[in-house]
């Protein structure tokens, strides 16, 4: 069974910081992409950032320079350390883990972790 457990979400003010994890078990997370995305009240789930198995990483242009995720293929744990957080940053953030063989995509979700961002 594939699950995917997020935790580190909380309220914090504007210019704050937090640090997200996401626990992965009955996957072998070391071959998957693991992502970030986020979505606010109302609004499409999005890409916030992502890390290839080779450590590649990727990000969303408006968390560029504030955001950095990291991996742990020991512990099966992907991170997002989040800076200068602003309140439109606010948003429940799921994980991902991706795994495409082929012509087959295989995604799995964690169930979400809210981060607020308000004075």
């Known amino acids: 069974q594939v699950q995917l457990v997020e935790s580190g979400g909380g309220l914090v003010q504007p210019g704050g910081s937090l640090r997200l994890s996401c626990a992965a078990s009955g996957i072998m997370f070391s071959i998957h992409r693991m992502g970030w995305y986020r979505q606010a009240p109302g609004e499409q789930r999005d890409l916030v950032a992502d890390i290839t198995r080779g450590g590649i990483t990727n990000y969303e242009d408006s968390v560029k320079g504030r955001f950095t995720i990291s991996r742990d293929n020991v512990k099966n744990t992907v991170y997002l350390q989040m800076n200068s957080l602003k309140p439109e940053d606010t948003a429940v953030y799921f994980c991902?883990?991706?795994?495409?063989?082929?012509?087959?995509?295989?995604?799995?979700w964690g169930q979400g972790t809210q981060v607020t961002v308000s004075s």
């Open positions: 991902n883990a991706r795994f495409e063989l082929g012509q087959m995509t295989f995604d799995y």
